[in-house]
Structure formats: C-alpha cells, structure tokens
C-alpha cells in the first residue's frame, strides 16, 4: 500500500531501510490504523514531505527524531513522539539504528484538539501497545489506547501568571542549542531576569543556567550514540568543542567519545 507519493525515505546522509513491518486494519476508513515498523543499518531521512490524507505519528522509543519546519528545529527522544497533522509539511530524521514506529491514522485523537505539530507524550502502557501491534487485533488495542491517552502538549503560560520557566524549559527542550541568555528570554516574556530567575528555582529547584546546561547534556548523551561529538557539541548550543567534553565528563564519568564508540 502506498501512502503518500510525496513521501521519501531518503534524504541528503539518509540510509534506505533494511527492513518495513506493516500491520493495520481498515486503514480506508475512518476507524482504520496503519502501523510501520522501520529497521534500519543507519540514519531514516522521511526528507521534506507531506501527507494530505493521513495523520502521522512518529516515535523511536530508543532513539532520536530530529524535524524541521518553518526553519525551526525540534529534537525528539525518550518518551515522546513527534505528532504531524494531516496537510502539514515536515522533515524528519531519525539518528542511529534503532528502529522507527510510522502510525497512520484517518482521525485526530480528540485528546489532540487543534493540535498539529509538535512532541506528544507517549505514556508507557501506550508505548508497549504500540511495541506489541503485531497483527489488526492488536493493532485495534493500541489505537483505542492512543486515542484514550494522546494529549496536546501545555499551552504556554501568560504573561503576568505563574509558569514562565516552564514555558522557556519547553523550548529549550526542543531547541537546545538556542543561545538567548536569561535577561533575552525575560525581556520577551516582559518581565525582569529576576523574576525569571525566581520561577525557574521555584519550579524546577535550579537556576536557568544550571536547568539549561543538564537538558543539553542529556539530549548530547542521546545524539552522541549517532553523531560525530564535534557535530553534537555544536547542535547543542556549545561553541567550543572542549567546552562540551569537560561539561559532558564531569556529568557523566566519561568522554562523549566512549559513548560514540559503544555504539558503533
């Protein structure tokens, strides 16, 4: 079955997939879901397309997703899916051997909204529902427990509310290498640096610089396993490539570089 002509499995540095599971039931109709299983021996590139009949779920449980749109990355890992709304163009990049799980839906979850683009938890019953979609009986658990358990990501907070830091940390999450300092990230949101800086402690019991530094050491600790360290140390917001190692070894006990090597 073809599903979209627009869509290509292969980019600039993309590998063809070794191997594509299908499983599914009535993906004709409205109730209908397609699950694809993608292996491959490198890096997936879905290249620039779009699917203007289908919504699309994309998640690499122990893997890294990395989509582009609008000029704006968006690096996804670890719980989460990266969910595309039908009529929406996209790229995606999937790092590393770990396989790639494709979900074809002709309904939006309810729980979604006006939802289009963007990471989306995958709760872990979910996550083995999906693991375990290997025939349209078990296709149609996972479906009823997707659209039981996918919701739409938290708005972002107003100005002059609580959740400033959470707002900022959402971003940063996604975009880790964005190099605004607190006192930028302040003036945007319209208050003072001080009162950034408060909520930040307040939420998540750091300062920014110190949330900050730990979320990009975390996501490095995923990109590493597929990327050259010169590559991830750039892509996560450090301008010298020493910088990103010592950080790294005093997080962590080790170099990236033996994480690469594990991988390999």
Do not use: N
């Not at 989306?120 to 009986?137: C, H, S, T, Y």
């Not at 920014?208 to 730990?214: A, L």
């Amino acid at each position: 079955m073809t599903i979209s002509s627009a869509v290509s499995l292969r980019g600039p540095g993309g590998a063809d997939p070794t191997r594509l599971d299908e499983f599914g039931f009535g993906i004709g109709t409205p109730e209908g879901m397609l699950v694809l299983r993608y292996s491959s021996g490198g890096t997936l590139s879905f290249g620039h397309c779009r699917e203007d009949f289908l919504h699309q779920l994309f998640w690499c449980p122990d893997g890294v997703l990395i989509s582009s749109r609008d000029g704006h990355e968006i690096h996804v890992a670890g719980g989460e899916a990266l969910w595309v709304c039908r009529a929406t163009s996209h790229d995606i990049r999937a790092l590393g051997r770990a396989p790639v799980y494709r979900i074809c839906l002709r309904q939006q979850p309810s729980g979604l909204g006006e939802f289009r683009y963007g990471a989306v938890a995958i709760p872990k019953e979910l996550g083995g529902a999906i693991v375990g979609a290997r025939d349209p009986e078990a296709v149609r658990r996972a479906r009823a427990l997707l659209f039981a358990t996918l919701r739409a990501p938290e708005p972002p907070a107003e100005a002059g509310g609580r959740g400033y830091a959470a707002t900022v940390a959402r971003h940063l999450s996604y975009d880790p290498g964005d190099p605004s300092s607190l006192e930028q990230w302040a003036t945007r949101m319209h208050i003072s640096a001080k009162t950034l800086q408060r909520d930040f402690i307040a939420t998540f019991g750091v300062p920014f610089s110190q949330w900050r530094t730990t979320t990009r050491l975390e996501l490095a600790r995923d990109l590493v396993r597929h990327e050259p360290v010169a590559a991830v140390s750039a892509r996560v917001g450090y301008r010298s490539t020493s910088a990103f190692i010592a950080a790294f070894r005093r997080r962590f006990g080790h170099t990236p570089a033996r994480d690469h090597r594990v991988a390999q």
